[in-house]
């Protein structure tokens, strides 16, 4: 499988809001505007069941997948910090309410649709849209999907994003990541074609501890799906990833090129070891690390310390998923997650071979498609549409 050590070095798990300079904001045409979805009828249809929408000259409830889908430009509120998102949902004359998701990112500056070029070990050679794959496919089937542009994510670090500064930089914690997709599940719940007591959390990667959290915080979640989710401690995940480089690196043969490399990785894994216990246990002396405050890094690492307690305490059905091709957060981390849960009804826990952290499948060292596997969304839907028990 064919790897660039530069490439390795850049995608790895990114900080909080690395910028670059050589970006400008580009219009993708990714929110269509505002969508008037009609006056509500006088006698609203009773509710579906997932995956089913009310035929009215029927008169009854009956499975439907769409063919065509809205996107509406949305912003809600958490405090004072506005956040730009999409809301996706079937583009048909469907009457009634219906399950809403909010979807939470991972790691680093991230768009509304989870844009990635590559993850650790893979360069894509395009961009794909993995939270954007994910709700069409959830809207297609009945669920109307939130989806927002992350707090950090500007101009300055992703041409996908339009605002040009970070509001309270200084005070960003892992938590206000979890407060902004909460206050994503409040705005879905004033919406009048959604269903309040039947929400979905779904986090990918770093948001999938934060799913968790959300759905243990709130009493109308009914389902958490964990897109790729670790399970190890935050400091022993970021050293294997070097770990990982470096044995690819001492794969190649030896160059000026591959030395620099090797040598970089090396110190960046030392630097992580070293710095992130001095974080946990307060003994860091700088306020910063990585360019990001330390309380950022402190509230990052005990929320990874929890998910054991958190996986125990969950009552909702959780679903994990995961490909064998995840450098960044390897398929150990669902099995880990799997064991820790231990057996309870309604969960699934799945790795899909030769799937990368972005959910895509690549075969021979060549990315096949440039979407979320499609085996991976059917089934999905299919749990969250099926009754648990």
Known sequence: ?????????SLLLAPLWACSDDVEPVDD???DGAVD??????????????????????SRCEPFVATELVNEAVTFANGAQQLSGTVTFAGTDLIGRFPAVVLIHGSGPNDR???????????????????????EHLARHGFLVLRYDKRTCIAANNPHCTATTIEGLETITVDTFTADASAGLDYLK????????????????????????????????????????????????????YEQVIAWLLDEPPSPERDAQLAAAEEERDLYAAALPAIADGSYEEPTFKGSPVGFWKSWIDGQERIEDNLEQLEQPLAV??????????PSETEQLEAWRGERSGDLFTVYPDLTHSLIKITGGMLVGDHVHQQLLDDLTTWLVTPSD
């Not at 979805?37 to 249809?45: E, N």
């Not at 999938?208 to 799906?225: E, F, M, S």
């Open 1 to 9: 499988m064919p790897r660039r050590a530069l490439i390795l070095l």
């Open 29 to 31: 045409g990714r929110a």
């Open 37 to 58: 979805r009609g006056a509500p009828d006088a006698s609203p249809p009773p509710d579906c069941p997932r995956g089913e929408a009310w035929v009215a000259g029927a």
């Open 113 to 135: 649709d989870g844009s990635a070029t590559g993850a650790l070990g893979f360069a894509y050679g395009k961009e794909v849209r993995t939270l954007e794959d994910v709700a």
């Open 190 to 241: 004033t919406r009048g074609d959604v269903r309040a007591d039947d929400l979905v959390v779904v986090g990918h990667s770093q948001g999938g501890p934060l799913a968790i959290d959300l759905a243990l915080a709130r009493d109308d979640v009914r389902n958490v799906i964990v897109l790729a989710g670790p399970a190890s401690a935050l400091v022993d995940l970021l050293v294997a990833q």
């Open 321 to 330: 998923v995961s490909g064998t091709l995840d450098y960044n957060v390897p």
